[in-house]
C-alpha cells in the first residue's frame, strides 16, 4: 500500500468518524469536535490532491496547500465562534444543551461535563 | 470557444465589480478600527454607495448584453481568481443593497448611539457585522471560484450568526448555536466537494470546470459525489427540508432588521450557488431525475412549512415558518429548467421573480411584525384584535408582503408563480403546478390569520404610536415587492443574459 493511499483511506475515515459524530451526537460540544475531526479529514484529503498535482504536473501543487492554510483559519474561527457561543449558553442557562426540555444541570455537573 | 475565451479576460465595466465588494469590506474594517457611534454613520453612508455600484453593474450587464467579467490581479484562472456578474448576480446585488440598506435604515431605531448616551457593544455588533453581511453577499453573487464562494459563504456564517443571538437572551443563544452547527455541517461538506472537484479537474473557475467537466464524454464518478455533497451541503444552509429544523427559531429571534436579512437574502445566496453548481459548474449533471427530487424537496417543503405556519401562535414564528415554505418555490424551478426546452427560459425568469420578490415580500413582513412586537409587548397572534386601526400603515405592508407570498396580482409573486406554472403545464409536469395552487391556498390562510384578528373593531394599548419612518421602510420594500410584478419585458431580457443555455442544448 502507497503512503498516497494510505493517507487517503485515513482522511476517508477521519471524515466518516467525523460525519457519524455530527449527526448523531446530541451535544454541542461533541458535535464541535466532531466538526474538526471532519475538516481534518478534508484537509488530509486536499494533501493528497496537491501531491496528485493535477493541475500542472508539479512534483506537489501549491494550490491545494494553500487552501488547506484557509481552511483551518476558517475552521479555527468557526470553532472559536461555536465555542464562544456554547460558552455563553452555559453561563446564561447553567446547561450546554440544545434540547430545550432537558433539565437543567447543576454548574458543577455541566462544568465537569 | 468563445464563450470561453470571453469568461476569461477583463471586460469593460470589469472594475465596478471590484469596487461593489470593496466599498462594504471597508465600511466593515472601518467600523471595526473606528469603533463605536461612528460604525452607524460609516454603515449608513456607505449603502447609497453600494447600492449606486450594484446599479451600474446591473446597467452595464442589461446595456452590453453580456456579463462583465474582472481577472483579479491580471493572473488568469487556473491560477488566479474571476469576478463574474450575470444577469442573475446584478438583480441579486441590486436586490442586496435595497434590503440591506433599507433594514439598516430601520435599524436606525435600536441600534443607533446618540452623541448622549455611552457607547455600547450591541450597535457597534449590528452595524459591523450587517457590513460584513453584505460583502459575503456581494462575493457570492460575483465569486468565479468554488473555492473563494466557500470563503463568501463562511464570511456570511460568521456574521449572520451572531446576529440572531445579539440580545443575549438564552432562547437566542440556543437559536445561533443550532444555525451554525447546521452551517457548518454544510461547508465542510461543500468543501470536501471542491477537493474532489479540483483534484479531477485541477481547477475550481467556475466557467473553465464547466467546459472541462463538458468536453468528457461521461461524468466521472468523482463530479457526481462532490455534486451530491455540496448540494447536499448547501440546501442545509438554505435550509430546504428536511434540513430546516435551525431557521424558524433563528430568524424568528433575531431583532426584526437582522430577520428581515437573514431571510430575505441570507438563505438566498446558498440557492444561489445551487444554481450556479447545477445550471453553470455540470450542466450534464442536472438530468430529470436528479432535479425532481429537488423540486420533490421543494414541494415538500411549500406544504409542510405552510401547515406549520398555520399553526403558530406567534407572529414572527408564523413569517419565519412561510420562509421555509417560500424557499420550497424556489426549487420547482430546476426540472422546469433543465435541458434547454422552449419553457426553460419561462421557468428559469419564474425562479428569479420568487427569489427577487420573497426577498422584498418577506423582509417587508419581518419589519412590519417587529413593529408590532415592540408596539404590543409581544407577538401572539391570538391578541392582535385592533392593532390594525392603532398601525394602518404597518398592516398594510404585512398584508401586501402576504399578496405576492399568495401569489394573487399585481405583485411580483404572481408573476413569479404564474411563469412557473406556465412551464410545468407546457412541460406535462402537472404535479408541481397542483402544488404550487395548494401552497397559494395554504400561503392565504395563514396571511388571513394575521390579518383578520388585526382589522376588528377592538381598541389596543400600544406603547407609543409606531414611528412613521419606519412603518414607511415596511411599506416601500412590500411596494418593492408589488412593483416587480410589472416589470417590463426588457427586465427578463436582464434575467436571461448569461444564462447557461449553449451547454445543455448540446446534449
Same mark, same amino acid.
Given at each position: 500500500m502507497s503512503a498516497a493511499t494510505l493517507a487517503g483511506l485515513t482522511g476517508a475515515a477521519l471524515v466518516g468518524f467525523g460525519l457519524y459524530g455530527l449527526l448523531t451526537d446530541p451535544h454541542p460540544l461533541r458535535k464541535i469536535l466532531a466538526f474538526n475531526i471532519l475538516g481534518s479529514g478534508v484537509f488530509l484529503l486536499f494533501g493528497i490532491i496537491a501531491r496528485k498535482g493535477a493541475a500542472a504536473g508539479f512534483t506537489a501543487d501549491p494550490v491545494p496547500q494553500a487552501m488547506v492554510i484557509t481552511g483551518i483559519v476558517v475552521a479555527f474561527s468557526a470553532t472559536a465562534l461555536a465555542v464562544a457561543l456554547l460558552l455563553r449558553l452555559f453561563q446564561e442557562t447553567g446547561r450546554a444543551t440544545l434540547d430545550p426540555d432537558a433539565s437543567a444541570k447543576t454548574p458543577d455537573a455541566g462544568a465537569d461535563g | 470557444m468563445l464563450a470561453m475565451a470571453l469568461a476569461l479576460a477583463t471586460t469593460g465595466g470589469g472594475y465596478l465589480l471590484v469596487l461593489a465588494v470593496i466599498v462594504p469590506v471597508i465600511g466593515m474594517?472601518?467600523?471595526?478600527?473606528?469603533?463605536?457611534?461612528?460604525?452607524?454613520?460609516?454603515?449608513?453612508?456607505?449603502?447609497?454607495?453600494?447600492?449606486?455600484?450594484?446599479?451600474?453593474?446591473?446597467?452595464?450587464?442589461?446595456?452590453?448584453?453580456?456579463?462583465?467579467?474582472?481577472?483579479?490581479?491580471?493572473?488568469?484562472?487556473?491560477?488566479?481568481?474571476?469576478?463574474?456578474?450575470?444577469?442573475?448576480? &446584478?438583480?441579486?446585488?441590486?436586490?442586496? &443593497?435595497?434590503?440591506? &440598506?433599507?433594514?439598516?435604515?430601520?435599524?436606525?431605531?435600536?441600534?443607533?448611539?446618540?452623541?448622549?448616551?455611552?457607547?455600547?457593544?450591541?450597535?457597534?455588533?449590528?452595524?459591523?457585522?450587517?457590513?460584513?453581511?453584505?460583502?459575503?453577499?456581494t462575493v457570492v453573487f460575483l465569486g468565479g471560484d468554488l473555492f473563494n464562494l466557500f470563503v463568501a459563504l463562511e464570511l456570511l456564517t460568521f456574521s449572520a450568526v451572531p446576529l440572531v443571538c445579539l440580545d443575549g437572551r438564552p432562547e437566542t443563544l440556543a437559536a445561533a448555536l443550532r444555525y451554525l452547527l447546521f452551517a457548518l455541517f454544510g461547508s465542510v461538506l461543500y468543501l470536501l466537494g471542491t477537493a474532489l472537484l479540483y483534484g479531477s479537474y485541477g481547477t475550481l473557475d467556475i466557467a473553465l470546470l464547466a467546459y472541462r467537466i463538458s468536453a468528457e464524454p461521461v461524468v466521472a464518478p468523482a463530479v457526481c459525489v462532490a455534486a451530491g455533497l455540496m448540494t447536499a451541503g448547501l440546501l442545509a444552509k438554505a435550509a430546504l427540508f428536511p434540513l430546516h429544523l435551525w431557521l424558524p427559531p433563528a430568524h424568528a429571534n433575531a431583532p426584526a432588521a437582522a430577520s428581515a436579512v437573514l431571510s430575505a437574502l441570507v438563505v438566498k445566496a446558498s440557492f444561489f450557488l445551487i444554481v450556479r453548481l447545477w445550471f453553470d459548474v455540470m450542466p450534464g449533471l442536472a438530468t430529470q431525475a436528479v432535479t425532481t427530487v429537488l423540486a420533490t424537496l421543494g414541494a415538500a417543503a411549500i406544504l409542510f412549512g405552510s401547515v406549520l405556519a398555520l399553526r403558530q401562535a406567534r407572529l414572527k414564528l408564523l413569517v419565519a415558518y412561510s420562509t421555509v415554505a417560500q424557499i420550497g418555490y424556489l426549487f420547482l424551478m430546476f426540472p422546469l429548467v433543465t435541458g434547454g426546452h422552449p419553457w426553460s427560459a419561462e421557468a428559469w425568469n419564474g425562479g428569479v421573480m420568487q427569489t427577487l420578490s420573497h426577498a422584498f415580500a418577506k423582509a417587508a413582513m419581518f419589519l412590519a411584525a417587529g413593529l408590532v412586537a415592540e408596539q404590543l409587548g409581544h407577538d401572539r397572534i391570538a391578541e392582535l384584535r385592533g392593532i390594525g386601526r392603532a398601525m394602518p400603515m404597518t398592516v398594510f405592508a404585512f398584508g401586501l408582503g402576504g399578496l405576492s407570498l399568495m401569489g394573487l396580482p399585481p405583485s411580483g409573486g404572481f408573476a413569479a408563480k404564474w411563469l412557473l406554472l406556465q412551464a410545468s403545464v407546457e412541460s406535462g409536469q402537472w404535479a408541481w403546478a397542483v402544488i404550487m395552487l395548494a401552497g397559494g391556498l395554504l400561503a392565504g390562510g395563514y396571511v388571513y390569520r394575521v390579518i383578520a384578528p388585526t382589522l376588528a373593531s377592538a381598541s389596543v394599548a400600544v406603547k407609543a404610536p409606531a414611528s412613521r419612518r419606519r412603518e414607511g421602510v415596511a411599506l416601500a420594500l412590500a411596494l418593492g415587492a408589488v412593483l416587480l410584478g410589472f416589470a417590463p419585458e426588457g427586465f427578463f431580457d436582464l434575467l436571461q443574459i448569461g444564462r447557461p443555455v449553449a451547454a445543455v442544448a448540446l446534449r
Open positions: - | 474594517l472601518l467600523s471595526l478600527v473606528v469603533g463605536g457611534r461612528h460604525a452607524e454613520r460609516i454603515a449608513l453612508a456607505l449603502m447609497p454607495a453600494g447600492l449606486g455600484l450594484s446599479l451600474a453593474i446591473a446597467i452595464e450587464v442589461w446595456v452590453t448584453g453580456q456579463p462583465l467579467v474582472y481577472i483579479l490581479g491580471g493572473w488568469k484562472p487556473p491560477l488566479g481568481i474571476a469576478l463574474r456578474a450575470d444577469g442573475f448576480s &446584478a438583480v441579486m446585488l441590486v436586490t442586496a &443593497a435595497l434590503v440591506i &440598506a433599507a433594514a439598516g435604515y430601520f435599524a436606525r431605531a435600536s441600534f443607533s448611539t446618540p452623541p448622549e448616551l455611552a457607547e455600547k457593544r450591541a450597535p457597534l455588533a449590528f452595524w459591523t457585522l450587517l457590513q460584513g453581511l453584505w460583502a459575503a453577499l
